[in-house]
């Protein structure tokens, strides 16, 4: 029987085999994990500082707003102690305050209102910011202002002179102030004439109305939109383009699918604004029994009212994601 010499490896081989940077073997460390585990880690360390400050101060400030709203409180030398009372405040809450549900239900109508109008209002200018015009650096500036505006002891002088003027007033102020486009004619009138149904023309109507609650609140929602925008490769819209695809087709079968998970994330930050903004009745509502030391009935209003938000957003989420688009699934 013939016998074929067998190949002789070169040299260096076994050493190159048993190296752990070799392909065939496996490397740890974080370069030898895939592109997608790799995004997703950094993801993690993204959240990170938002989940430990959820642990350290939101969590347990949440606990003792539940034992608060469970008991009586009662003042001692040196301290209070708590007696249980069962759920006696939340049903105070129901039975025996006639505006928390009704604040609820106003602070409900007025987060749909804001949801709508504040999303289109910051896509529109967000796409408007993202074309090539002269001084968009200034722009986004400008649009951006109102959340630096709406912070700290800005936010307080603001809020101040708002409760020296009066909510009901500033906002008959945007109107006029927004009406003076329309000089001659309402433009509720103007609407009408146009045979535009009543429920759009009252969302127009309170949209003027609401004008300067819709651009402060509109700053961060803007910017989401505007980073999601310049994330999209120009070569998609190129293709779409040599394939015959109108501006109006592009928009809605490619800036609209790829920025979908940003409009998932703004529904969420406006849901959450709208409920917590200055002006809130509810909140309002709170916050003067904070003031009064009714510390129970304030926990009882406030744990029912963050279970409201909660399961609203557990149900806008779902829905919404049902169409977002990922690229990576």
């Given at each position: ?10 040299a260096g081989a076994a050493e190159a085999a048993a190296s752990p940077l070799a392909g065939g073997k496996r490397r740890f460390g974080l370069h030898s994990l895939d592109l997608v585990t790799r995004r997703n880690l950094t993801g993690y360390w ?240 709170i916050y003067e029994l904070i003031s009064r030391g009714v510390y129970e009935d304030a926990s009882a209003r406030s744990i029912v009212y963050l279970a409201v938000v909660g399961v609203l957003i557990a149900i806008v989420v779902p829905l919404i ?9």
């Amino acid at each position: 029987m013939l016998k074929f010499p067998k190949k002789e490896k070169p040299a260096g081989a076994a050493e190159a085999a048993a190296s752990p940077l070799a392909g065939g073997k496996r490397r740890f460390g974080l370069h030898s994990l895939d592109l997608v585990t790799r995004r997703n880690l950094t993801g993690y360390w993204f959240v990170l500082p938002f989940v430990i400050g959820l642990a350290i101060l939101y969590i347990p400030a949440i606990v003792e707003a539940v034992r608060f709203s469970l008991s009586t409180i009662v003042m001692e030398a040196g301290g209070y102690h708590l007696e249980s009372a069962g759920f006696s405040h939340y049903l105070d809450a129901f039975n025996r305050d006639p505006d928390f549900v009704r604040g609820i239900q106003e602070s409900m109508t007025t987060m749909f209102l804001n949801v709508v109008i504040i999303l289109l209002y910051s896509l529109i200018m967000a796409t408007i910011l993202n074309r090539n015009i002269a001084g968009k650096g200034f722009y986004r500036a400008i649009l951006f202002l109102p959340v630096i505006v709406a912070t700290g002891i800005i936010a307080k002088a603001e809020n101040f002179s708002v409760e020296a003027t009066g909510v009901a007033q500033l906002e008959i102020a945007g109107a006029a102030s927004a009406g003076g486009l329309f000089s001659d004619f309402s433009l509720e009138i103007l609407l009408e004439s146009l045979n535009i149904s009543e429920t759009l023309t009252s969302i127009v109507v309170s949209a003027i109305s609401n004008l300067y609650t819709i651009v402060t609140c509109s700053g961060v929602q803007l910017i989401i939109f505007l980073a999601g925008l310049q994330s999209i490769s120009p070569s998609i819209y190129e293709s779409a383009t040599v394939e015959g695809a109108t501006w109006w087709e592009s928009f809605w079968k490619i800036t609209i699918p790829m920025i979908s998970p940003l409009i998932l994330v703004n529904t969420v930050y406006t849901i959450v604004d709208s409920f917590t903004q200055y002006g809130n009745k509810t909140m309002d509502a709170i916050y003067e029994l904070i003031s009064r030391g009714v510390y129970e009935d304030a926990s009882a209003r406030s744990i029912v009212y963050l279970a409201v938000v909660g399961v609203l957003i557990a149900i806008v989420v779902p829905l919404i994601n049902h169409f977002v688009f990922y690229e990576n699934k």
